[in-house]
């Protein structure tokens, strides 16, 4: 059975990287180091070895015996599928399941690095092909909370570039004109919604960054910002939200 990269019982820790069509492979062991960049000759994987932008020595991946760690030894920075950075000197604690990694300049070309880490295997939980699909949980939402956090999240829905949220006067001229809308203000959707990230902050399963202390200055759209995509991930909020906006998906 292959399993994020890895054939038949792997024990948990084990690593494997996978850049192009090389493949490499590391069980967990103290003082272990897995090295990939641009010559061969002094890495265990090759990654863009016709690409200058990647340094020989591009990054390390180091275990203490249980747990591995990303460490950028190139120049350029590591960029994850997030937008996130590893900073040339700077390191990345690594996550069960699969890590894809972006290496080299993006004005040039970029080269994929997968990593994966094997977890624990959970005994008696056997999926396969024809099992049920499960998805995440969902945030509860009220009528209202929806209502507004469909009104300042609309460009996510749209899948818009580099979306951000509208303003509060935009999200309460929209939810006014849309179908059976009433009279909303910018300061009703505002208190809403920041009543919403107090709520979701906290509980069951607290969603980080909704709150002014958790975030750095200057924090403009930054709370909205998450508390969007959190809502997104979980699939609370989906494309066809946009028809209480009197949107159809992909309109």
């Known amino acids: 059975m292959v399993f994020n990269g890895f054939e038949g019982a792997t024990p948990p820790g084990t690593i494997l990287v996978v850049a192009e069509d090389r493949r490499y492979r590391k069980l967990p062991r103290a003082d272990y180091e897995v090295l990939f960049g641009r010559s061969e000759d002094d890495v265990h994987i090759a990654v863009g070895i016709d690409d200058p932008y990647v340094s020989r020595k591009q990054g390390m991946l180091v275990c203490d015996g249980q747990e591995w760690r990303l460490r950028n030894i190139g120049r350029l920075p590591i960029r994850l ?3 996130s950075m590893v900073l040339a000197g700077h390191e990345l604690a690594l996550k069960t399941g699969c890590t894809p990694l972006l290496v080299g300049a993006p004005v040039h070309r970029v080269h994929l690095v997968e990593i994966h880490v094997a977890g624990f295997s959970r005994h008696g939980t056997q999926i396969g092909p024809d ?6 949980d969902e945030y509860e939402l009220s009528e209202t909370e929806r209502l507004a956090v469909v009104a300042i999240g609309q460009r996510y829905l749209r899948q818009d570039p580099s979306p951000k949220p509208v303003s509060w006067a935009q999200a309460a001229d929209d939810l006014t004109h849309a179908p059976g809308g009433r009279k909303w203000t910018g300061r009703a959707v505002e208190h809403i919604v920041a009543d919403l990230r107090q709520r979701l902050s906290k509980g069951r399963a607290p969603i980080f960054g909704l709150v002014r202390e958790e975030v750095q200055e200057p924090v403009g759209n930054t709370l909205n ?3 969007i995509t959190a809502l997104l991930a979980s699939a609370t909020l989906t494309p066809q939200d946009l028809a209480l906006l009197g949107e159809d998906e992909g309109e």
């Open 81 to 83: 599928v997030d937008e």
């Open 225 to 227: 910002h998450n508390l």
């Open 131 to 136: 099992s049920l699909t499960r998805y995440p």
